[in-house]
């Protein structure tokens, strides 16, 4: 089944598929996307087709629906209390890019080595950027699914929250508030969706470590830039947060797994 879709023009896939799939989720009762959000998750989608075939389209897919089903968990309670998502968790453009950037950019790195317009130096301190590139997209976004599932059910379930640089209690929902439910669903989430990855076979067993391990130094580290600098700055909104807190993820993973083949080497 796979190499028939591999032997088939890989833009024409994507863009059938994500036509087709588009004019589902728009006639769909529950909206995950609102309509300007449709038409850049269908472009995002099809560079993800296009740069990292079936296998780079499975990892998003499964943030985006695990990530989306998760936003909804105590929707009713969290509306309530004001701390939802707006538009019940329908994402926009900037949802979309805050979110996926970063995977975006691994994805195009990755097209672009394959297609022969980059060729790596064989004295290059990275011999092999395009598994690393791999190990950046998957990091990325275990690192965003690990964020979304802490937030939303830290948010949901959290029976006691903390500001993660005091320690001390604060409301749900507050920036840069932590929770032990929040943190375990957290770390699930980012177990998950790296077993994903290495399932699809676009990293190993020892990438799932990393990712893991990533997306945990990621979270934590997006939860202090909440606590610290996002009130003081108009322009560092959620979005751009979840941008730097995938890149810090990815940027991660690569080091750690870099780390470790120079250190065994």
Known sequence: ???????????????????????????????????????????????????????????????????????????????????AEKRSGARGPENVWGSALTGALCALGVGIINSGFLVPSPQSLVPNPQSLLLLGYVASFSTKLADTTASEVGKAYGKSTFLITTLKPVPRGTEGAVSLEGTLAGIVASVAIAFVGWGVGLIDLLGVAWCILA???????????????????????????????????????????????????
Not at 15 to 42: D, E, Q, Y
Not at 243 to 252: D, E, H, R
Request: proline share 2%; glycine share 8%; no cysteine.
């Open 1 to 83: 089944m796979s190499s028939l879709i591999d032997s088939v023009n890989p833009w024409l896939v994507a863009v059938v598929l994500n036509t087709i799939l588009l004019g589902l989720a728009w006639i769909a009762p529950k909206k995950l996307l609102t309509p300007a959000g449709s038409f850049h998750a269908w472009f995002l989608a099809i560079l993800i087709w296009v740069t990292l075939g079936w296998q780079g389209y499975v990892v998003v897919m499964f943030y985006f629906l695990v990530g989306s089903g998760v936003t909804r968990i105590g929707m009713a309670e969290k509306e309530a209390e004001g701390i």
């Open 215 to 265: 997306s945990f130094i990621a979270t934590n580290l997006e939860s202090v830039i909440g606590a610290t600098l996002q009130s003081k700055y108009n322009w560092l909104t959620n979005e751009v947060v979840n941008i730097f807190n995938t890149l810090i993820g990815a940027i991660a993973a690569v080091l750690l797994a870099w780390t470790w083949v120079n250190i065994i080497n």
